[in-house]
């Protein structure tokens, strides 16, 4: 089975987190798809821009509109992903629970619906 997990945190918040802070999660980060990797479970990771770089699309009467972020009244936004093999959602759960992001936020466990008919499912 394969889960999305959704970092979510302020971006505001992590913005500022001291340097040194910062550079010790994302290298906890990249340790954890390490290690996931070992175990077969890793298929891809990464952070997000802030929402302020984010544009959002919407098209209506087939007329597309175009609003620049940040788009919600909110104080998470999705901050990156990991993308993962898990044999349940339980053991998703259990990964999400290792992500540093937890710490500043939240990680959002869904699992991916398999469809056929797309392209290959090679990930960048």
């Given amino acids: ?5 959704l970092v979510c945190h302020d971006d505001l ?3 500022g987190l001291a ?3 910062g550079g010790e999660m994302l290298a906890e980060s990249v340790q954890l798809t390490h290690t996931l990797h070992a175990n077969g479970q890793y298929i891809h990771a990464s952070p997000l821009t802030p929402t302020a770089q984010a544009a959002r699309v919407a098209v209506r009467n087939g007329k597309a509109s175009v609003t620049d972020g940040p788009f919600a009244e909110t104080h998470e936004q999705v ?3 990991f993308f993962v ?3 349940s959602r339980d053991e998703a759960i259990d990964i999400a629970g ?4 937890a710490r500043l936020g939240h990680v959002e466990v869904r699992e991916v619906r398999e469809i056929t008919g797309l392209p290959s499912n090679k990930i960048i």
Avoid: D, N, Q, S
């Fill in 1 to 5: 089975m394969k889960f999305l997990l």
């Fill in 79 to 81: 901050a990156g992903y």
């Fill in 13 to 15: 918040g992590c913005l």
């Fill in 85 to 87: 093999e898990a044999t």
């Fill in 19 to 21: 340097p040194k802070a």
């Fill in 98 to 101: 290792r992500i540093p992001g």
